[in-house]
């Protein structure tokens, strides 16, 4: 029979079976979940000692691991009481060796238990991968050991995967619901009023954040800065999106349409960012203006760049070009945006969603 499918009430013609073996338990069981310890990390900050199966070196060559649970290759595990391993010597003069704590399913067997995987010294230690293999042995890696050479104290370092919160869904105001939620929860608005937009937000340690636009980017109007007219030609478009946790892509597309040239009133002409800037460090843009007619005495093509210095968090970036007075000069501010001429501008930057 091609087509098997479990667990049903009885066997049939069809491939439907209703025993299922251990093998057929692990091909299914490993469908709902991969391999964690059975604890949810939903807290902002926590100790080694007060997680599951926290690790302690007692004297120099024995560790004592805590109670804890597990998922391991589809099989559920429990320690209810604390376990020591005595770890090999390594009486090597010169170089150290790496060992593993491992939770092992023994399909054959029938059981899952812990135990201690022991490498080989060198100038460069690596730690013996981890054995999974479906219907065999399938291995879990808690804890890693470093095993120094001529006998030294075992170092313990923590391994073990663990769960975290599920993600959820709302239909809108997902930033409001999210203060319900636990700390590691992703969460989702699905705008389903369609008066935002759908977009992924996390609910962390430094609280909540927009992490990723999901579909079309937003428009905006942005503002052209500093400009001492705003002839009836000027057309601002822009676009953005996030696109990981306070980290945001932007385009803006100026076109002078009109006959009219469009100088500074004070200062550079600046562009207006969608979302306001994290002024810790200076950040820089990169942009270009078309003036095919080469009018207000610039090139047909003039490559621009962005300034936004450090200390300053608002939305403004001043624009700067090669000096028309020699390249020694370096960049100026943009003084004039001539016309039937067009700036565009995009990019990434760190936004300020953690008020820093």
Not at 119 to 125: F, H, K, M
Not at 211 to 218: A, N
Request: proline share 7%; aromatic share 10%.
């Amino acid at each position: 029979m091609a087509e098997i499918s479990f667990p049903f009430t009885k066997d049939n013609d069809g491939g439907g079976r209703q025993a299922v073996g251990q093998t057929d338990w692990q091909s299914m069981a490993q469908m709902w979940g991969g391999d964690r310890v059975a604890t949810r990390l939903t807290s902002s900050s926590y100790t080694g000692a007060a997680l599951p199966f926290a690790i302690k070196v007692v004297g120099d060559r024995t560790v004592e691991i805590s109670p804890g649970e597990a998922w391991v290759g589809g099989f559920y595990y429990r320690l209810d009481a604390p376990i020591a391993f005595d770890i090999g010597a390594n009486f090597d003069p010169a170089k150290d060796r790496r060992d593993t704590v491992v939770l092992r399913a023994d399909i054959p067997r029938g059981s899952v238990n812990m135990t201690v995987v022991q490498g080989q010294p060198s100038a460069n230690p690596i730690a013996v991968q981890p054995r999974r293999k479906a219907g065999q042995e399938w291995e879990l890696v808690i804890h890693e050991l470093k095993v120094p050479r001529a006998n030294g104290r075992v170092e313990p370092f923590n391994r073990a995967p663990f769960d975290m919160p599920n993600p959820v869904a709302f239909p809108w105001n997902a930033g409001d619901s999210a203060a319900f939620m636990p700390v590691g929860t992703f969460v989702y608005d699905l705008d389903s009023d369609a008066r935002h937009v759908q977009q992924e937000h996390f609910r962390g340690r430094d609280g909540l954040v927009p992490s990723m636009t999901l579909g079309k980017s937003s428009t905006y109007t942005p503002q052209l800065i500093n400009a001492a007219s705003d002839p009836k030609g000027l057309v601002c478009r822009g676009r953005w999106r996030w696109i990981a946790p306070n980290t945001c892509w932007f385009s803006v597309d100026y076109r002078n349409d009109s006959d009219a040239e469009i100088r500074t009133k004070q200062d550079a002409l600046s562009f207006q960012l969608p979302v306001p800037l994290n002024g810790s460090t200076g950040q820089a843009f990169t942009g270009y203006m078309l003036n095919v007619d080469e009018r207000g005495g610039l090139p047909n093509f003039v490559a621009l760049t962005g300034m936004a210095w450090a200390g300053h968090r608002g939305q403004t970036v001043k624009i700067t070009s090669q000096s028309a007075n020699s390249l020694r000069d370096g960049l100026d501010y943009l003084l004039l945006f001539p016309p039937r001429a067009s700036i565009v501008f995009s990019g990434v930057y760190e936004a300020n969603q953690f008020n820093e």
